[in-house]
Each structure stands twice: as C-alpha cells, then as structure tokens.
C-alpha cells in the first residue's frame, strides 16, 4: 500500500491511524532517511495507542518504553547499534515477541533478526512535489 502525505500533520495521522489499529504482538519496521518524518509518524503512532507523554526517537538510548497506552509500545532506534549482537543487551526479543506493539527505526540493520511477521513502512522525500511530500510505503 502507498500512501502520500503533504504535511507533517498529515503524516502524524496516519500514524495515528495505525496506531489505533495495531494488535498485541505487532512488529513494525521503519525505514527512511534522516529528516524524513519517521519520529512525527511514530509520534502520531504513540497517539493512537492512547499515549500521551511525549514521545522522542531513542537515537542514544536504543529504545524508549510507553506503558500508559492502550497497549505498552516499545520504540527502538537501532542506527548506531554495531553489531546485531548488541540487541541481546537490550532484551530484544522480549519486546518483540512480547504482548507489547514496536516500531524499529532503522531496521534494515537488524534485518536478520527481525520477526517473519513484521510490516515494513518505508518513508521517502521526493523534493519535486514539495518540501512537506513523504511517500509512505506500508508492505505486510
């Protein structure tokens, strides 16, 4: 499925919308470059589980815990993990094979032990049709 934004607001809803729909157990991926909006979807995502704090991508953390949603949502920033090894650290696969939803930015680096089941979402610029465009692919 694709799907185009043209606003942050835009963007922020449909994760938003996704949100609202995940289940125990969802695995999401989220791939895009620097800058594109992957924390203002993931945000918009936060909402719609019922988050209210405020949510920032774990860049130097590697992962942020929300437990005051309708689900408990684990985000995870995995660009400066060197070695998958180090996901072992953090308790990987409790998260992912928890009763919590995720959202792996940068997960392409993780590939190899990502779950079967997890829906990529990949978020492009396309500067051509304007400085707020982002092109959201979401594949199962």
């Known amino acids: ?3 185009e934004t043209h606003s942050e607001k835009d963007t922020f809803e449909l994760g938003k919308k996704l949100g609202s729909e995940a289940s125990p157990g969802d695995v999401y991926t989220l791939e ?4 594109v909006g992957k924390t203002i979807f993931t945000k918009g995502f936060a909402k719609g589980l019922g988050i209210e704090e405020p949510v ?19 985000h995870f920033d ?3 993990i060197g070695d998958v090894e ?15 939803v995720c959202i792996i930015e940068w997960a392409n680096l993780i590939r190899e032990i ?18 707020d465009y982002r092109k959201i692919t979401i594949e199962e």
Request: net charge negative.
């Open 1 to 3: 499925m694709i799907i």
């Open 32 to 35: 895009g470059d620097l800058g």
């Open 56 to 74: 920032s991508s774990p860049t130097f953390t590697i992962l942020q815990e929300y437990d005051l949603g309708r689900l408990p949502f684990y």
């Open 78 to 80: 995995v660009y400066r």
């Open 86 to 100: 180090e996901m072992d650290e953090v308790g990987f696969d409790d998260y992912v094979y928890g009763d919590g």
């Open 114 to 131: 990502l779950p079967e089941n997890s829906r990529n979402i990949t978020i492009e610029k396309d500067p051509e049709k304007g400085f």
